[in-house]
């Protein structure tokens, strides 16, 4: 899903420009891993980080409504099990919301790339080629550097959610004091998980406000 409030002419419209090569700051700074990154890069960063901060928080709801439902059962658990088969729902969207975003980000970084080597190409200063090289490499280096953080996340995202469908689909059909007593090993690893969960969101949260100049 695209950045809410920006609908797809807009992003045609961005990724036209680039193709054109109209609004390539190639010439703006010289090497800095800090320098702002293109406007373009910057507006996808800005919507995938808005889904992080998203996802952050639905994390907390899921984990939260598992919690009250293994802690403090009720006698009847259906409402209880509802509400944490919500929140996860809920999570679920916000993975598939964030997995689209990622991918247009990915295409309008790409696109940038193609667009900064072929600029390079038609530069004939040899200074100028010089800072432009320099400033497309440290945006590169800004950019691999969330991907990692991106990918660090992934490693203990992946297990985390698992048992989270696991404990969904196994009190489907064992909604009582037994099934709870029966899962609560896999619930207590989502408990023991969130934590990390949490701190690899942040840091990949407060990887992009560095990139995106929010700090």
């Keep these: 899903m695209m950045k809410r409030g920006m609908n797809v002419p807009i992003w045609r419209s961005i990724l036209a420009s680039i193709a054109l090569g109209i ?56 409402p209880q099990y509802q509400s944490f088969t919500h929140e996860l729902g809920i999570l679920e969207a916000k993975v598939e919301e964030a997995r689209q975003q990622r991918a247009a980000t990915e295409t309008v970084v790409k ?49 985390f959610v698992t048992d989270l469908k696991d404990t969904r689909q196994y009190l489907k ?19 023991d998980q969130q934590g990390n969960v949490i701190k690899q969101l942040d840091d990949v949260i407060e990887a992009m406000d560095v990139a995106i100049k929010r700090t």
């Design 23 to 78: 609004v390539l700051p190639v010439l703006s700074v010289g090497c800095s891993t800090t320098a702002s990154l293109p406007p373009h890069i910057a507006v996808g960063l800005d919507g995938l980080r808005n889904e992080a901060v998203s996802l952050r928080g639905q994390v907390e709801k899921t984990v939260g409504a598992l919690k009250e439902m293994m802690t403090k059962p009720q006698a009847d658990l259906s």
């Design 111 to 159: 696109d940038q790339f193609m667009a900064w080597d072929e600029n390079l190409k038609q530069l004939q200063n040899e200074e100028s080629r010089q800072r432009a090289a320099e400033r497309r490499s440290a945006t590169e280096s800004t950019y691999s550097g969330i991907q990692q953080k991106i990918a660090e996340l992934k490693k203990v995202w992946t297990p």
């Design 173 to 191: 059909s064992d909604l009582s004091k037994e099934g709870l007593h029966t899962i609560e090993p896999t619930a207590e690893r989502v408990f």
